[in-house]
């Protein structure tokens, strides 16, 4: 079992950057290939970017394609997303995914034209 917390989300003006985390509890994180989707009101929920086990490979929208960057820091149980050139569509509750079976509580972005 693992438990994951976001953390890092805020509001922004478009063209601003944040940068989230999502840190997960116990010794199995290295097992799990980790994501993160997102959620705007009234919509469903999206994948956004992920990363697998081993961090040698990653993934992205094409939404957010050069604009976040998806990694992990194993020493410190920690996926990050950085979102650079944020947009208003940007806005959302982002979630964190540990094989896409256990997810955290998500963390708010909003981003302001």
């Known amino acids: 079992q693992v438990q994951l917390v976001e953390s890092g989300g805020g509001v922004v003006q478009a063209g601003d950057s944040l940068r989230l985390s999502c840190a997960a509890s116990g010794r199995t994180f290295r097992r799990y290939a980790m994501d993160w989707f997102r959620q705007a009101p009234g919509k469903e929920r999206e994948f956004v970017a992920g990363?697998?086990?081993?961090?040698?490979?990653?993934t992205y929208a094409d939404s957010v394609k050069g604009r976040f960057t998806i990694s992990r820091e194993y020493g410190k149980n920690t996926v990050y997303l950085q979102m650079n050139s944020l947009k208003p569509e940007d806005t959302a509750v982002y979630y964190c995914?540990?094989?896409?079976?256990?997810w955290g509580q998500g963390t708010q972005v909003t981003v302001s034209s």
């Open positions: 990363i697998s086990f081993s961090g040698s490979g990653t």
């Open positions: 995914a540990a094989d896409r079976v256990h």
